[in-house]
T-cell receptor
Framework: DAGVIQSPRHEVTEMGQEVTLRCKPI?????LFWYRQTMMRGLELLIY????????DSGMPEDRFSAKMPNASFSTLKIQPSEPRDSAVYFC?????????????FGEGSWLTVV | AQSVTQLDSQVPVFEEAPVELRCNYS??????LFWYVQYPNQGLQLLLK??????LVKGINGFEAEFNKSQTSFHLRKPSVHISDTAEYFC??????????????FGPGTSLSVIP
């Protein structure tokens, strides 16, 4: 299996611009997660989808952030407008189902720098 | 709600020496416990997990961890480390409630540096 695929791997953008991060989960997985990793705050769960439906978006920092999952094989995380404090590594991850205890598989991350 | 504490933010250790990375958790219900490793510029990958049964869990790359319910700990150990073990290690917890989804709570991470 190809694993969780994220794009772009690296993005540098100017403050105020829209940023779209993309994710393809592992085929057959029906849970998808977006995490943000920073030195200051560590690894934070932003949003969780199960069967393409957003279940918990309590970690989304503010209205500038939005996430969609139009089908089982694709998800996006959008930041509009972007700010320097959004600079972080954004990870997409997937797992087989909603049962606790299942392994979460991470992508290699999208490194975002907002200048 | 669960929480995870990793007492050591950085652990330097000489090659071929043993290492223990400490993890403590708090939860009002029974939990599942995980250790993930993150190599530089990569995502996290599972090292091992405790779901039930034997409290000593063996994982990949020679790592093992022991679940201690009375001390609410899940420390990670390796008897002899290698340079390639240099990475960030994350302890994580999720509760066993059947109605709960995979809300896995990650600790702040421990940076293991293996010195030649």
């Amino acid at each position: 299996d190809a694993g969780v695929i994220q794009s772009p791997r690296h993005e540098v953008t100017e403050m105020g611009q829209e940023v779209t991060l993309r994710c393809k989960p592992i085929s057959g997985h029906n849970s998808l997660f977006w995490y943000r990793q920073t030195m200051m705050r560590g690894l934070e769960l932003l949003i969780y989808f199960n069967n393409n439906v957003p279940i918990d978006d309590s970690g989304m920092p503010e209205d500038r952030f939005s996430a969609k999952m139009p089908n089982a094989s694709f998800s996006t995380l959008k930041i509009q407008p972007s700010e320097p404090r959004d600079s972080a590594v954004y990870f997409c991850a997937s797992s087989l189902d909603r049962s606790s205890g299942n392994t979460i598989y991470f992508g290699e991350g999208s490194w975002l720098t907002v200048v | 709600a669960q929480s995870v504490t990793q007492l050591d933010s950085q652990v330097p250790v000489f090659e071929e020496a043993p290492v223990e990375l400490r993890c403590n958790y708090s939860s009002s219900v029974s939990v599942y416990l995980f250790w993930y490793v993150q190599y530089p510029n990569q995502g996290l990958q599972l090292l091992l997990k405790y779901l039930s049964g034997s409290t000593l869990v063996k994982g990949i790359n020679g790592f093992e961890a022991e679940f201690n319910k009375s001390q609410t700990s899940f420390h990670l150990r390796k008897p002899s480390v290698h340079i390639s073990d240099t990475a960030e290690y994350f302890c994580a917890v999720s509760d066993q409630l059947q109605t709960s989804y995979d809300k896995v709570i990650f600790g702040p991470g421990t940076s293991l540096s293996v010195i030649p």
